[in-house]
């Protein structure tokens, strides 16, 4: 089966006896034990496992290509669950623009803990090897970065981590599997922030991981996600099955949308640096075209302006909302440096864009007016 059929189907082939087009939502906390006793694969309690949640995960493995998936409340907890299946001493090879969340999340929590990390630029395959240390356990990917849309060459950092008995992850929350599907190329853990394109609407938190074997690395890291507790409820994995269906039309249009909007900015006089890795001046186009499908519905730029003038455009906008996150069906957009703070290596003149599902001549028009 194609994609758009698997997305449409997937989450009503388990734990639905109904057998209702739409499964229900179950909302209880505890399930009734047999007369003869528990069986360790039965329902027993939400927190380790209830039927929305098991569809969810049915079916975002089925979309990744994984053998199995583990759903949490929010991308930062499947973030953490990958982080606490090390051990203290242990140290990882991590993006130096990656998602500023994770940043905070390792460097204000997981170093405390005696996790020790590299942060550094992932484009460069010499560069990683050379911060490989006797002690290193994980390589974390992030392509297209956050938000300089940096591209790594997946499948050459697998091959790299492969020859020195590392594992990898891939956070695959821009792309999405509808645009790039990081376990074909040797990845051994994928990471969402399911809020973003798979909630598609702005009204959802959530994460999951999905591995590409279930051994023993994600047997620790589903004990993490039951007795850590970061769980979704059994409303949000339904609502997330749901948005789930329409995902990959919803992304066709924001590639599209996006590609459209990248092209009209690169012809503007005001900007000067359009970074979308669909455009053929991007410096990772090429390896971006090898392992993408689609170039994604983001789109920063910088204008040829400072901090101040920068700011003051997003607050022109009157379609596109000022907002940080993305994935949404509306456009947003926001000045990231401000947005993220402390640490942060984002050009004081970047405006990044979620590009929405709109008609692209309205969003032109919008931005015409804000870029003024
Ligand atoms: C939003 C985001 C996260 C964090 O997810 P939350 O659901 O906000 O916790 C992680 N990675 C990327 C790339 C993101 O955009």
Redesign the pocket.
Known sequence: MRFETKAIHAGLDIHNPSKSIVPPISPSTIYEIDAEGRDESDLHYTRLGNPNRLQFEHLIATLEGGEAAAAFS??????MAILQSLHPGDHIIIPEDV?A??RKMVKKIMTGWGLESSFIDMTDLVNIEKHIKPNTKLIWI?TPS?PLMRITDIQAVTTLANQHGLKTVA?N??PTPVNQLPLELGVDIV??????YFGGHSDI???ALVAKKDDEWFERIKLIQKMGGAVPSPQDCWMLSRSTRSLAYRMKGHNEHAEKIAHFLSDYAKISRVIYPGLPSHPGHEIAKKQMKGFGGMVSFQVDADQKEAIAIVGRSKLIKRAT???GVESTWEHRQSSEGEGSVTPENLIRMSVGLEHPDDLIEDLTHALG
Do not use: M, Q, V
């Open positions: 929010s991308g930062i907890a499947a973030g998602y969340g994770n992030e956050n956070d929350t821009w990471l969402h922030s399911t809020s973003k938190l959530g994460g996150s993305l994935g």
